[in-house]
């Protein structure tokens, strides 16, 4: 007795579909989430990946069957059946995938959304919903509003977000918070609160990524972009930069660390107080190393330009003296 | 194969320039036939493939250990580059318009192109282009890859990055003539009968890829000269100290060069389209809708550029409305491959080389549209942007797709193009060998990307060294296929079987002519008997009228 093929057709289809949905839940290519927007981003990764896997099987299991079925037996001669095309099936194969991006763009809209992508501070301030804490008034860029990035989301908890600047040099990023004056060289944030990057290039563009948040942001010189997260599993994560900036782009990396609110509040009040004490912790971040003046020569000389990279410098923080070049750029950050 | 033994000349005798066979002194003139011009390009256009895998494989040895210690930094990243650019202007562009030139006269019975000294002079802009590419490795070699973001790109070296833009504006000119002439062949000099409906397929999808050139290369020109002007004129058009705008240059690079990926692979799209019908026996599964989806591909790939700045400077809306039009362009491409699958659905499929490579192209094609898709979604996208996720979608793109396409096309039309057949064993550990390097080269990748390696890196974290060394494994194996492919194709040119007029019993026009073609393609006007996928309708394509090698030269080829 033969199998009616209706059937094995539809045996065939189920185990496809069971096939997607298991691996779409446990393909394990993804690191550990740390943060509430990591959860979205793998909600929307796993859906994809049962719909992209069971397409890929489809295809791949049709092209495999007439590979076999269909192959040209030695000494035929003959042409296959005179088939030129069948319009419903057409229909169906070109509205079934159409509902399916639909699909998923509503989706990616729905989370973007949830993820704060709508949110960004310039069009919250227009809407009077969000307080923007990080224009401090002495912040070289104070007026500025991000122009591009991921903002705050609604409900990010009573707490205000912890801000942060960020700026982004070949090869380093380093890290002010403007309500403290504390500039440090790896990034530290409170679990469970949210933050709000708000990032600047000094020379190139770079991006600011963290895999485990799966955020990542271009930080455009010449512009303010924004990231808002909430870290939500404590720990130690890579930041690494996304865009190519140079020979030494792959070692352009850095470290989050994102613990509890009781030792972030330490590790903050203990950087206050040795920044009282002594001027140098400022300096002693790495990028606190070198003038403004410095940064912009490598940028100058080349475009063969008619001006001193001082003088530059001076026309990013027209503001500040040229007497304490060491001090200048913590200066202008704080 | 049966049909190959049977064509098999008797083995003694010593090999003969027959129908249009050219001296091969004739590739190195200025000639204006197009099927000359055809030939020229493939082969310049693999010569600069060479050179872009040697680059490859040195890519993948640096990789193959998390430190930089192979080649320096600062060389991976001008490697990097010229692998990029040369691959993409050089290769694809090139050996895509070199199949169109070849076949577009033929397939719609014409006598060449419609401008043949402009098509000349198209192709001769290449060689100057590639040797211009090249040498710039030696000057301050351009290290910003191959999209050369400002202000990377104008502070790192100015003679090297002068002769890059130097290059690709040369390169981009020849595309723009080549893109018109095959538009206006298309549109004019069809043989009487043959509507736009009866064109073969390829030549559908040579139109879109026409228009896509004509109207995204000058844009890409547009953005390269303002990029020299940065360089060495001290402007600021995307210079922020001097108030210029770098996601500018982004913009209007991907305004070419998103479109620029359906000029690489339409082309294949459309080889494929008439490969496929003629190896399986079947005719194509619905011409019109695949003849339409090239063009719904081409404009909708208009207006998805943005999808690759998700995380740059784009403002919001801008993310959503690219993501909606970058997921639409999934449903035409997936009326190809849907149609190409049914084409196969109860054909009579020969595993001759060509038809080997075009289910690779399916099999591999399929899943980069489906990673595809999936960095269209803007929150997934942020995450792997820049990574080596992306890196794997476009070479299952590029290599599943338009390199398989080329090879593919090679092995079909190649006893058209020379007058001798190819060795099919050989073609077949060349796909073998292929498809396993690729998929093992290319596959590890996307797990590397998610699992948060970024691209264009010298050095990496070693958690992803096994992964690395997998790929490179993989790069290797690609690398050594090639070996078997260029032994058969220098061999058989000059000591393959003689081809018959139509080795494959194929329908279209460039079938209906001597192997290699006459002169001037045709000694009569071809009359259209058929559809060009007519199968199964009893039509049998005629075997080699005697007359056709009534007026063969019999002096033995001049070498």
Redesign the interface.
Known sequence: MKIPSSILTMLAGVTLTLVSLWYGQNHG???VAASH?AE??DE??DA?MVI?VG??IL??G??II??IR?????????????????VP??IL??SI??VI??G??VY??S??QQ?G??N?SN?AADAGAVEVAYASDNSSNSGHLA??G?GLTQGMGDQPPVAVNVKALQYAFVFTYPESGVISGELKVPANRGVNLSMEAQ???H?F?V??L?????V????T?ELSFIATREGTY?I????????????MRSQIQVQSPDEFDAWMQSQIASQDNAVETVAAAPAAERSDADY?A?????????VEADA?AQ?QAPAHSHEHPHYQMAARID | MAQVEILESPASSPPQAHGGERKWTDYFTFSTDHKVIGIQYMVTGFIFYLIGGVLATMIRTELATPQPDFVTPEAYNGIMTLHGTVMLFLWIVPVGAGLANYLIPLMIGARDMAFPRLNAIAFWMIPPSGILLVSSYFFEAPSAGWTSYPPLSVNTGLVGQGIWILAILVGGTSSILGGLNFAVTMLKMRVPGMTLFKMPLFCWSMLATSMLILIGTPVLAGALILLAFDLFAGTSFFNPAGGGNPVLFQHLFWFYSHPAVYIFVLPLFGAISDVIPVHARKPIFGYQAIAFSSFAISFLGLIVWAHHMFTSGTPPWLRMFFMITTMIIAVPTGIKIFGWLATLWRGKIAYTSAMLFSMGFIATFTIGGVTGVMLAAVPFDIHVHDTYFVVAHFHYILFGGAVFGVYMSVYHWFPKMTGHMMNEFWGRVHFVLTFIGMNLTFMPMHELGLMGMNRRVALYDPQFTDLNVMATIGAYIMAVSTIPFIINAVWSWRYGPKAPANPWRALTLEWQTTSPPAIENFDELPVLKTGPYDYGLGYIPEIDPPELYGKQVSEPTAS
Not at chain 1, 214 to 218: I, V, W
Not at chain 1, 298 to 306: C, G, K, M, R, T
Request: net charge negative; charged share 20%.
């Open positions: 290519l993804m690191p927007e979205l981003v929307l990764f994809m992209s397409l890929v295809v791949e049709v092209l007439a590979a269909f192959r040209r037996r030695d000494g035929d001669e003959t042409d296959g059946p005179h088939i030129e095309g069948n099936l057409e194969w070109t995938p159409t991006v639909l998923i763009s990616s809209f989370l973007y993820m992508g709508l960004l069009q122009s591009a991921i020379d190139v563009i991006a990524w895999p485990e799966r955020l990542k942001q271009d455009v010189p010449g512009e972009t890579p690494v930069c996304a865009e190519l900036c140079g020979p030494y782009h792959g070692a912009l490598p940028l100058a000389q080349p475009l063969n330009l008619d530059l026309l």
